[in-house]
């Protein structure tokens, strides 16, 4: 038998990177911006991973008077709360929460279809 260095792959976690740690030992949360198609032209955009201390009802009045659309905050029992929005709003969304001081642009990930 010949003994050679070659690794088995372990199993791969495909939300490892939602822990990834910084510079300063913090483990990033990110806030991820998704896109939901409904019917036709239809579309709605849902922002998750805000800190639970904020206040998801000022965010969203700010939101909707900001980007002229309707929207709510879903409660969702894995992910906690969830705000959609009508329409495509996703860089919107982005440039106005950055912009708040809400979060900073390295901690947004914007998903696509």
Known sequence: M???DIQIPTSFDPFAE????DATGS???YVHI???QRNGRKSLTTVQGLKKELSYDKILKDLK???CCNGTVVNDKELGKVI???GDQRKNVST???QAGIV???QIKVHNF
Do not use: H, M, Y
């Open 2 to 4: 010949v003994d050679s």
């Open 18 to 21: 939602a822990e990834i740690t």
């Open 27 to 29: 483990t990033k949360e």
């Open 34 to 36: 998704r896109i939901q």
């Open 65 to 67: 008077k900001a980007l």
């Open 84 to 86: 959609q929005l009508q």
């Open 96 to 98: 106005f929460i950055v």
């Open 104 to 106: 900073k642009k390295d």
